[in-house]
Antibody
Framework: EVQVLESGGGLVQPGGSLRLSCVASGFTFSNYVTTWVRQAPGKGLEWVSGLTSGGSGGHTFYVDSVKGRFVISRDNSKNTVYLQMKSLRAEDTAVYYC???????????WGQGTTVTVSS | QSVLTQPPSVSAAPGQRVTISCSGTSSNIGSNYVSWYQQLPGTAPKLLIYENTKRPSGIPDRFSGSTSGTSATLGITGLQTGDEADYYCGTWDSSLSAGVFGGGTKLTVL
């Protein structure tokens, strides 16, 4: 079965760091664009970051509000994509979803989401 | 304020047809493919339409997508109570070099 599973969310203080992981099964992550999307409580979807396909790492893209603070990366040996988040702010509080595919081709496989809460 | 503009809510009776609009600009909808997502309460989004008009396997043909210029439309026919959900359009914005979503539309089946 083709699926992705996120982990790594939790409660963190403002200014802190977290690393989210997204493990793929049933397909090879490096062959597809991978996207992180978040949803703040009671709000709509927000595209956060994308990583293009490619064995050498791919190209990375970020929404302006996380540039310089978040880094998306991929470990092909583990078929896992990461979202390293630092300097976290209250406004980063959200459910973070990992998805196979990009905004141009459509995201056809989504995880169940992992919750990040930034609060003191 | 979302880059793509959707109506906050739409409603229709069971069996009827509804459309949800998504308005953008030449740098997003006008030059890139649009996809549509359904999010049922408490669940992850689900892809309904990709590349403007295509349906993934398993999505019934009651759901359709179209585009015209800088706007996109999702159509749903034969409405069912199970279609009550939030619907989002999304695409790539070439000027921002980022993905963008609409603010979402809540569908109520009366």
């Amino acid at each position: 079965e083709v699926q992705v599973l996120e982990s790594g969310g939790g409660l963190v203080q403002p200014g802190g760091s977290l690393r989210l992981s997204c493990v793929a099964s049933g397909f090879t992550f490096s062959n597809y664009v991978t996207t992180w999307v978040r949803q703040a409580p009671g709000k709509g979807l927000e595209w956060v970051s994308g990583l293009t396909s490619g064995g050498s790492g791919g190209h990375t893209f970020y929404v302006d509000s996380v540039k310089g603070r978040f880094v998306i990366s991929r470990d092909n040996s583990k078929n896992t994509v990461y979202l390293q988040m630092k300097s976290l702010r209250a406004e980063d509080t959200a459910v973070y979803y990992c998805a196979k595919g990009g905004m141009s081709t459509g995201m056809d496989v989504w995880g169940q989401g992992t919750t990040v809460t930034v609060s003191s | 304020q979302s880059v793509l503009t959707q109506p906050p809510s739409v409603s229709a009776a069971p069996g009827q047809r509804v459309t949800i609009s998504c308005s953008g600009t030449s740098s997003n909808i006008g030059s890139n493919y649009v996809s549509w997502y359904q999010q049922l309460p408490g669940t992850a989004p689900k892809l309904l339409i990709y590349e403007n008009t295509k349906r993934p396997s398993g999505i019934p043909d009651r759901f359709s997508g179209s585009t015209s210029g800088t706007s996109a439309t999702l159509g749903i026919t034969g409405l069912q109570t199970g279609d009550e959900a939030d619907y989002y359009c999304g695409t790539w914005d070439s000027s921002l070099s980022a993905g963008v979503f609409g603010g979402g539309t809540k569908l109520t089946v009366l």
